[in-house]
């Protein structure tokens, strides 16, 4: 089966703690994206990798990381520079440009106390 | 990066036929337009993708007019599983795309 997987799908961590959200697809797409949801909003980029080894800031990349060392990995951290940790993480990947459609796993809902 | 606007929410009944208009005003001529779905504590799914006119697909149509400044989903007799949020999206070839709240359509028996 393709897809997107991420793990785990629930993490709790203390503040001041960073931690890593695993993201691996095996569909073999170039591009890979991270994406933020807080209750009742939509989707807001934080960052996204074209290529393997290459990865841009999106619109609110402040107190995240992230490496693109595989094309099928694409891993973000949240440091504790992120004042606001807590929030429900997307993962996504597509074939090529912007408009391509977007594969997206199941989430990982961070809570942070 | 075109910014979309859609109404907050929809209400319809099981069977009826559901249109959602998204306006994206400042739509650039590389710009395609995008809807996806998503349920409650799941990612986003992809619907349909278009450029103008018309585009259908098994579950929904995307009517888009001559202007490009707006575009309606539509979802043909709808079930209580089409209930979730729906997004519109316009895309350039930076990679960017923009999720708005989206517009939450419940389905009621």
């Not at chain 1, 785990?8 to 994206?33: I, W």
């Not at chain 1, 999106?58 to 949240?78: H, N, Q, W």
């Not at chain 1, 074939?95 to 989430?107: I, L, M």
């Not at chain 2, 697909?57 to 009517?63: D, P, Y």
Request: glycine letters at 8%; a neutral charge.
């Amino acid at each position: 089966d393709g897809g997107i997987t991420q793990s785990p799908k629930y993490l709790f961590r203390k503040e001041g703690q960073n931690v890593t959200l695993s993201c691996e697809q095996n569909l073999n797409h170039d591009a890979m994206y991270w994406y933020r949801q807080d209750p009742g909003q939509g989707l807001r980029l934080i960052y996204y990798s074209q290529i393997v080894n290459d990865f841009q800031k999106g619109d609110i990349a402040e107190g995240y990381s992230v490496s693109r060392e595989k094309k099928e990995s694409f891993p973000l951290t949240v440091t504790s520079a992120q004042k606001n940790p807590t929030a429900f993480y997307l993962c996504a990947s597509s074939a090529g440009t912007g408009f391509s459609e977007q594969y997206f796993g199941p989430g990982t809902r961070l809570t942070v106390t | 990066l075109a910014k979309t606007t859609q109404p907050i929410s929809m209400d319809s009944y099981e069977g009826q036929e559901v249109n959602i208009t998204c306006s994206h005003n400042n739509i650039a001529t590389n710009d395609y337009i995008t809807w996806y779905q998503q349920f409650p504590s799941q990612g986003p799914r992809f619907i349909i993708q278009g450029y103008k006119t018309k585009v259908t697909n098994e579950v929904a149509s995307l009517f888009i007019p001559a202007d490009r400044k707006s575009s309606t989903l539509s979802l043909p007799r709808v079930s209580l599983s089409d209930t979730a949020v729906y997004y519109c999206l316009v895309g350039d070839a930076d990679y960017k795309l923009s999720f708005g709240a989206g517009t939450t359509v419940t389905v009621r028996a």
